[in-house]
């Protein structure tokens, strides 16, 4: 079993900042990937950011420049600051995390989701 438990959203106004933080616990040997998705209401879920073991990150178009996520794969926790936030970044964002649990077998796990609401 692995958890992910998400924190850090809430309600910002437009031009604002958040930080939400991600981190991943149980049955985990090694996580290859961790990222974020958002999910706005009426739309499918889509990528915001994900970033590799080693490094390596990537963006949706719709952030790039505005976005950053960075993790810790000491602490197994990914973030993500948002800045300069807009009226079309409100959605529920979703941590995913791409989990090898033992050697030779991997999984997909997802939080439960949290709230970012930008205000106008």
């Known amino acids: 079993q692995v958890q992910l438990v998400e924190s850090g959203g809430g309600l910002v106004q437009a031009g604002g900042s958040l930080r939400l933080s991600c981190a991943a616990s149980?049955?985990?040997?090694?996580?290859?990937?961790m990222g974020w998705h958002r999910q706005a209401p009426g739309k499918q879920r889509e990528l915001v950011a994900i970033?590799?073991?080693?490094?390596?990150?990537t963006y949706a178009d719709s952030v790039k420049g505005r976005f950053t996520i960075s993790g810790d794969n000491a602490r197994n926790t990914v973030y993500l600051q948002m800045n300069s936030l807009n009226t079309e970044d409100t959605a529920v964002y979703y941590c995913?995390?791409?989990?090898?649990?033992?050697?030779?077998?991997?999984?997909?796990?997802w939080g439960q989701g949290t709230q970012v609401t930008v205000s106008s």
């Open positions: 995913n995390a791409q989990i090898v649990p033992t050697i030779g077998t991997t999984m997909e796990s």
């Open positions: 149980g049955n985990i040997f090694r996580i290859n990937t």
């Open positions: 970033i590799a073991r080693g490094g390596t990150t």
